[in-house]
């Protein structure tokens, strides 16, 4: 409960900041599933959303605060399935949700026509994974911690901005919880 209040009491004072020296990004978000991840959920992620933002603390350098949300699914059929020396035979479904969160150190550099960022993320990811089959459900819920490169351009329109991104999340491995490692490519818009 002490987390969730304290990840509500940043998002809080992140809007109260003034308006000019911030930049927040939406983007909707392909997740490409590598190494444990893609043994576990080997399809490519269509369910992904994310959201940052960033307070500007010269003209390049911001930072930051970000999260997202993304679902890697595998359907296998006619498979099996041992657990605690049990053999399951069925349609298997597996899942692995993820949602980091994420300091984030961005640098800015203006063009003519379009602006290019890189950031470096730190932080956590929460990762569930899922696996059912015929009747039964196995469930991990696991805290990792993460990093998070990333690559991107905002383009002017408007009064907002278009934007696109490649991100790189890693969830390193710890003795109760799998690897995570996915790259994302997000196409959003930012205001």
Do not use: C
């Not at 063009?111 to 950031?119: D, G, K, V």
């Amino acid at each position: 409960m002490r987390k969730a209040a304290f990840i509500i009491s940043i998002f809080i004072s992140a809007l109260s900041l003034s308006g000019q020296d911030v930049i927040w990004k939406m983007t909707y978000d392909v997740g490409i599933p590598f190494s444990a991840t893609k043994e576990y959920a080997n399809q490519v992620s269509w369910r992904g959303v994310a959201l940052d933002f960033d307070r500007f603390v010269n003209d390049n350098m911001a930072v930051g605060i970000g999260t997202s949300w993304n679902v890697f699914l595998e359907k296998e059929s006619d498979s099996y399935y041992e657990r605690d020396k049990v053999m399951i035979h069925g349609t298997q479904v597996r899942y692995i949700n993820n949602i980091p969160l994420l300091a984030r150190f961005s640098w800015y550099q203006p063009a003519s026509e379009f602006e290019t960022y890189f950031t470096a993320g730190v932080g956590t990811v929460w990762q569930q994974t899922r696996r059912e089959i015929g009747l039964w459900a196995f469930e991990g819920n696991f805290w990792q911690f993460a990093v998070s490169p990333e690559a991107g351009i905002v383009f002017p329109m408007g009064n907002s901005y278009l934007t696109a991104k490649v991100r790189y999340m890693h969830g390193f491995k710890t003795s109760s919880a799998p690897t995570l490692s996915y790259l994302g490519i997000g196409l959003g818009f930012a205001w």
